[in-house]
């Protein structure tokens, strides 16, 4: 009597892949339809003439100014001069010790720099 034929272990790899990759298809196939009710009034809405003269105004208006984080802590580093910190200035680094993590270079924003710039110079000592 002849043993039964094992399956081929490729084989079987390649079948559950091939099911596997059926049923993806499907579901991606259902979502879009799905989502096909959706993608057309997006469409539409992107189509309008208000929509499409906003786009081009922007465009022709350029990105908007980036805001940065100044990290100076205004209170602590030039407290009389509170409020001045301004986001949209240029950025610079202002080298900085400190116990807990040593040399640290400090993202700063342009007016704090100065204030800390003019503390330092008219500080006693």
């Known amino acids: 009597m002849s043993e039964p034929a094992t399956p081929e272990p490729l084989a079987d790899f390649v079948n559950l892949m091939n099911a596997f990759g059926e049923g993806v298809r499907r579901a991606v196939v259902a979502y879009i339809e799905d989502m096909r009710p959706l993608i057309d009034e997006l469409a539409r809405i992107a189509a309008l003439p208000e929509v499409q003269a906003e786009l081009r105004r922007r465009k022709a208006e350029g990105p908007p100014p980036r805001r940065r984080s100044c ?13 001045i910190c301004d986001t949209f200035a240029p950025m610079t680094t202002v080298h900085r010790w400190s116990e807990l993590t040593g040399d640290v270079d400090v993202p ?18």
Not at 75 to 80: F, S, T
Not at 108 to 125: M, S
């Open 71 to 83: 990290h100076c802590l205004c209170g602590v580093i030039h407290p009389a001069d509170r409020g």
């Open 108 to 125: 700063t924003c342009g007016p704090c720099a100065a204030a800390d710039a003019a503390r330092r110079l008219l500080a006693p000592g």
